[in-house]
């Protein structure tokens, strides 16, 4: 029965966080016989753990499987019971479900293998037309200027945050003088809540691979680095193997597929520091220094690692690029706005009922965005806003969610592109609160060069916090903003500039919430905790005491099984909500 | 056993083993402190000691770079080390939780502590680990809890001691009952 069975396993971070281990192991007692493959992540988070199985000529893909409804499917693949519909993502009988219109939706570009093969099998990539983008530059005769126009003619921009036009430059290291040239790839993805970078690595780590091939070709570098974050062990150990399938493969070393083009790439493994995504201070770190920015000029295409040209891609950029020689740079250019040409991947994550990793033509809305692909609020409550870039971004209100996503319209707005985080919030959180957090991690991650980064950033972070715990005046309104100018102007690098971003945005859109918290004393998204007191409503408890087990100061008393004992003490309470958390008759009240 | 006991032994010989395979100009730096790290879970005094008498890495930039990365630890870590992811994601629904809970477990109380009394396990707040539709998230030693409330969080945490023969200095809520996410399946 299960002798032609093929199954496919998602097996990303993701998936395996989820339990795919563990499905795996089930499937494996159940099905001995079937054929069992690995694939990269598909993107689809929010459906974790996803199956494929194939048997008989048809193909089911199922999501969101655990230990508790696999028994179904299993009984369904055994012909003995119904299709689980609830699980089915599509099948080939049944191509269109509403779960599968997160994937229907996309273009998907750089993320075109993901999901779809087996990372670290070069036969699949092979398979999939993987490496032949190099073979058509290389062997096809292509001069390294004429690679850079092509890559010209797609008007790709980078996609690390920035977006500098790629091939501009390209151009620039190219004609600089000075040998060894570097070619950089920066996988240091830190912006807490992007996490495309990570899955391309993982996923399809020889597109990143062939990617940098070809820009080292284009601008005549002979060494590259692969600058990954020590956060993505997977990511990290894949793409290792990678580069040593395609050394033995003849794509990487010396004079490769014949020609005279020598490259090399080595894996350098980041420690932890989100400047670090700031070109200057990655090659600081490169180089074994604290990373530290410096000022520009010299810009690392003229003077960059150990004083040599050095070109600093991310990890999506280099991922499109194959693509773009295969298919033309006028095909890619097709799709987009005039500007912003292309697809972008978003991580979407928060408060959203489908979050996972999307790619989307440039030029769509962020509304059809978050509801048609991300289906729209995950509790039910409306969507309040969405924060953009990460920490060197800025919140966009619902209200301006119609939004096209498209490097000017967003710049506009005050957010910007970003690496494409996108963390959706509904009407249950603070936005005030999520300009402390962002301004944490900035004053956290300060490298300390300039002073009003260093300082500045802090006193923020101070004024935030004192706003938070029900302490703050309107004056602390106005300092805040004063400060967010201060720092954007006198610090030196992007983390600095961008570091007020979020600060700034929300009192551009909810300064309502900012006032509530000063004059009012209140917080209307009922998270700061200064803000709120927990009471037991009397009516609904039953005097269970889970709550007096799980509070961590020992601030509620009372007889266990008898109702109507049971008090928080207000000035022991430390308003965590554990107590919320654990109460089965929802009786605790946080307001 | 008491958190005394986690200082680790430094072989001499692994120090210039990793010396000689990753090098000894200033570029090394930064991988000859992650190969430490990975070995031993922290920086002991007496490895970097070795790696300045050894190399051409002085002092200032060693000792600038290990405070510089988050990555870099200078206190030994308990024997098993819990990771709480604190991205955007895992903010906004609550990672802070994770920690109030934990830290209950664990009976640390003193802010500026991370490790319990008894040497069993210590919190370590990471930046995003990537797994944001997932949020919250934490790790104990590598492996992922997903979509995790605090109560969650602690009774991963017991289980976790009990399969490992720890014993949790703190107050653990229920010790016995499933984590809610199992307990659905």
């Known amino acids: 029965m299960s002798g032609d069975m093929v199954i496919t396993v998602g097996e990303g971070t993701c998936g395996v966080a989820a339990g795919a281990p563990e499905i795996t192991k089930l499937l494996k007692e159940r099905f001995p016989q079937a054929q069992f493959k690995q694939v990269g992540c598909i993107g689809m988070c929010h459906l974790e753990v996803m199956v494929e199985i194939s048997t008989g000529g048809k193909s089911y893909l199922w999501g969101g499987l655990n230990k508790k409804n696999l028994p179904k499917v299993v009984r369904f693949h055994r012909g003995q019971g119904d299709l689980p519909e609830s699980m089915l993502i599509r099948s080939t009988d049944q191509q269109q479900t509403e779960r599968s219109d997160y994937l229907t939706k996309q273009t998907r570009i750089a993320l075109r293998n993901v999901g779809q093969l087996n990372p670290i099998s070069m036969d699949q990539f092979r398979a999939r037309g993987g490496y032949s983008a190099i073979e058509k530059v290389i062997k096809g005769g292509m001069t390294p200027e004429q690679v850079i126009e092509e890559v010209k003619i797609s008007s790709i921009r980078g996609r690390g945050g920035a977006g500098f036009p790629t091939a501009t430059k390209w151009t620039f290291a190219r004609g600089a003088p000075g040998e060894p040239k570097y070619l950089v790839c920066n996988g240091d993805e830190g912006d807490p809540g992007a996490f495309m970078d990570r899955s391309l690595l993982e996923g399809d780590p020889h597109s990143v691979v062939e990617g940098m091939l070809i820009a080292a070709y284009a601008i ?311 803000l709120i007191t927990h009471t037991i409503m009397q009516d609904k408890c039953t005097g269970c005491s889970i709550c007096d087990r799980y509070c961590p100061v020992n601030a509620i008393t009372g007889e266990l099984k008898k109702p109507n004992t049971w008090v928080i003490d207000k000035k022991i309470c430390i308003n965590c909500g554990m107590c919320v958390e654990v109460c089965n008759p929802d009786a605790i009240l946080a307001a | 056993m008491s958190k005394a006991s986690l200082e680790a032994t430094v072989d001499p010989e692994k120090v210039h083993g990793w010396i000689t395979q990753i090098g000894s100009d200033s570029s090394a730096a930064v991988p000859l402190l992650q190969a430490i790290q990975s070995e031993y879970g922290y920086l002991p005094r007496k490895a970097m000691n070795l790696v300045l008498e050894n190399t051409e890495i002085n002092a200032s930039q060693l000792f600038g770079v290990a405070t510089f990365y988050a990555q870099f630890r200078l206190d030994p870590v308990g024997r098993h080390l819990i990771k709480v992811c604190h991205g955007t994601a895992c903010h906004v629904q609550g990672a802070d939780r994770l920690n109030t809970s934990l830290r209950h477990a664990l009976g640390i109380v003193d802010e500026k502590e991370d490790t319990a009394s008894n040497g069993s396990y210590t919190i370590e707040n990471v930046a995003c680990i990537g797994c944001c539709s997932l949020a919250p998230v934490m790790l104990i030693d590598g492996e992922a809890f997903p979509n995790l409330k605090g109560a969650d969080a602690q009774k991963h945490l017991v289980k976790h001691a009990k399969t490992k023969g720890e014993i949790l200095p703190g107050h653990a809520g229920e010790g016995d009952d499933q984590p809610a996410d199992e307990k659905e399946k």
């Not at chain 1, 520009?296 to 990890?315: D, E, L, M």
């Not at chain 1, 570091?499 to 998204?525: M, Q, S, W």
């Open chain 1, 220 to 530: 005549g570098a002979s060494k590259g680095y692969a600058y990954i974050r020590a956060e993505y062990p997977l990511a990290l150990k894949h793409f290792a193997i990678a580069l040593d399938d395609a050394r033995k493969a003849g794509f990487l070393g010396y004079k490769i597929l014949g020609s005279n083009f020598s490259f090399d790439i080595k894996i350098k493994e980041g420690a932890g520091a989100f400047v670090c995504g700031e070109e200057t201070a990655l090659l600081a770190s490169i180089e074994g220094q604290r990373g530290m920015p410096r000022i520009r000029p010299p810009f690392p295409a003229i003077q960059g690692v150990f004083g040599k040209p050095t070109i600093i891609n991310n990890v999506e950029t280099l991922a499109n690029i194959p693509w773009i020689l295969l298919n033309g740079g006028a095909a890619y250019a097709k799709i987009g706005t005039e500007k912003s040409r292309g697809t972008k991947v978003f991580a979407l994550a928060g408060a959203i009922k489908r979050g996972g990793l999307v790619e989307v033509p440039m030029g769509m809305s962020i509304r059809q965005l978050l509801m048609e692909i991300g289906g729209g609020s995950a509790s039910g409550r409306p969507l309040k806003a969405v924060q953009l870039g990460g920490p060197s971004g800025g919140c966009i209100p619902e209200s301006m969610f119609d939004t096209i996503i498209d490097y000017d319209a967003i710049n506009a707005t005050g957010a910007i592109m970003g690496s494409g985080g996108m963390v959706v919030t509904d009407t249950k959180s603070c936005m005030v609160d999520l300009a402390r957090f962002f301004l944490e991690f900035t004053q956290i991650e300060s490298c300390g060069k300039c002073t009003f980064c260093r300082i500045g950033t802090l006193r923020m972070k101070e004024l935030l916090t004192k706003i938070c715990e029900g302490h703050g005046t309107l004056e602390d309104i106005d300092t805040l903003a004063e400060l967010a100018d201060r720092i954007k102007d006198a610090s030196l690098c992007g983390l600095g500039q961008t570091a007020p971003n979020p600060v700034l945005t929300t009192l551009k859109y909810f300064r309502d919430e900012y006032i509530a918290h000063v004059t009012d004393k209140r917080c209307p998204g009922g998270v700061c905790k200064g």
